[in-house]
């Protein structure tokens, strides 16, 4: 039998000689599954049941959580801040292109063979709900190159707290386009609903837009679900307390 250290034991009598005991196999120790992990996995079939198909949650493995956890860090300085928070705002913009449609597309390689790909269909465009949904915007533009963005400023009413769109600039034809809004913390889903409106009257689509979003409540998840079910939403983590202070310590205000 061997030692800890791999070695072998000194022999201590004929006996041992004799009669060696059989080589026990190393146990190996199982691998540990984080528990963010199970309770991601419990949480899809609970997600699909209240929210329905078109609220989607990034998969939140171990580098997701990390992201996550830094953010929420009040001891995070604001040079790792940012840089994190642009890591998970580039996943999250990764994944909502992937809810874009497209199509078969063959092209000849350079030894002249055929490849049978696909591509997006024209038309895409990102807008941002302003201030934190411009933190967004370099992880879109340095997935899609010449990407149009439009922007929407919704502020709150001082005395009723009811959201009002004062600002919005999209592309002419927007209405023929499909539009990642972008807008990180949803709390209430307000700000959301006013912004999806305006897109509306634009000759925007329900279907075609998809929320690319950080961090969500239930309620603001339930919210703009009940209002909008045709809606996509990709956000990273379902959380009843969201990071509110996430603008202000992106853009170094707070």
């Known amino acids: 039998m061997r030692s800890s250290n791999g070695s072998q034991p000194e022999e201590t009598n004929a006996t041992t000689e004799q009669q060696p005991q059989p080589e026990q196999e190393a146990t190996e120790q199982p691998l540990r599954t984080p528990t963010h992990a199970i309770v991601g996995a419990a949480k899809a079939e609970e997600i699909l049941a209240e929210y329905g198909s078109n609220l989607k949650l990034l998969e939140c493995n171990s580098q997701v959580s990390e992201l996550l956890t830094i953010i929420r860090d009040k001891n995070t300085t604001r040079s790792d801040f940012k840089f994190y928070a642009d890591r998970l705002i580039r996943l999250v913009i990764e994944e909502s292109l992937n809810q874009l449609p497209y199509t078969d597309c063959d092209v000849e390689t350079p030894t002249g063979a055929i490849y049978e790909g696909l591509k997006y269909r024209s038309g895409n465009c990102g807008v941002s709900i302003i201030r934190s949904g411009e933190a967004m915007e370099q992880g879109l533009r340095d997935c899609c190159r010449s990407i149009r963005i439009g922007k929407i400023l919704v502020e709150s009413d001082a005395n009723t707290h009811e959201a009002r769109v004062v600002y919005a600039r999209f592309p002419d034809d927007i209405g023929s386009r499909q539009v990642l809004l972008m ?23 329900e ?45 170094g205000t707070d």
């Open 207 to 251: 279907k075609c837009i998809i929320l690319s979003n950080l961090f969500c409540t239930p309620v603001a998840a339930r919210t703009v679900v009940n209002a909008f079910p045709q809606l996509k939403i990709l956000t990273s983590e379902l959380h009843p307390v969201a990071p509110n202070h996430f603008g202000q310590k992106y853009f």
């Open 183 to 205: 807008y990180p913390i949803m709390s209430t889903g307000n700000t959301v609903l006013q912004a999806v409106n305006v897109l509306r009257e634009h000759g925007v689509p």
